[in-house]
């Protein structure tokens, strides 16, 4: 079983920055691809970025050269980080961290992951 656990939303002005993290725990060695998705009340949940276990990172468009996705692993621990920056009010969601296993033309497929944080708002006015 894999537990995910994020945080670092809060509330920005329109061109601000943010770094959101989701600390992993469990069953998380396992070649587990990892990522961020968004959702606003009333929509779908939206694929921004994700890492596979092997580095390689994806951005969905409306996010590439403003959003970094980046990981490390210390102290027994992994952590998956957001950068977002010159943030829109567009940018406005819950943010979730999931983990899993998609095959590659689809990790910023929501239907794709197994395990999913509790989310952490991000609000951009």
């Known amino acids: 079983d894999v537990q995910l656990v994020e945080s670092g939303g809060d509330s920005v002005q329109t061109g601000g920055s943010l770094k959101l993290s989701c600390l992993a725990s469990?069953?998380?060695?396992?070649?587990?691809?990892m990522g961020w998705f968004r959702q606003v009340p009333g929509q779908e949940r939206e694929g921004v970025a994700a890492?596979?276990?092997?580095?390689?990172?994806?951005?969905a468009d409306s996010v590439k050269g403003r959003f970094t996705i980046s990981k490390e692993y210390a102290g027994g621990k992994r952590t998956l980080y957001l950068q977002m920056d010159s943030l829109k009010p567009e940018d406005t969601a819950m943010y979730y961290c999931?983990?899993?296993?998609?095959?590659?033309?689809?990790?910023?497929?929501?239907?794709?992951?197994?395990?999913w944080g509790q989310g952490t708002q991000v609000t951009v006015s």
């Open positions: 890492l596979t276990d092997d580095g390689k990172p994806t951005y």
């Open positions: 999931a983990a899993g296993d998609p095959i590659e033309m689809r990790v910023l497929n929501s239907e794709e992951y197994n395990y």
């Open positions: 469990g069953d998380v060695d396992s070649g587990y691809c």
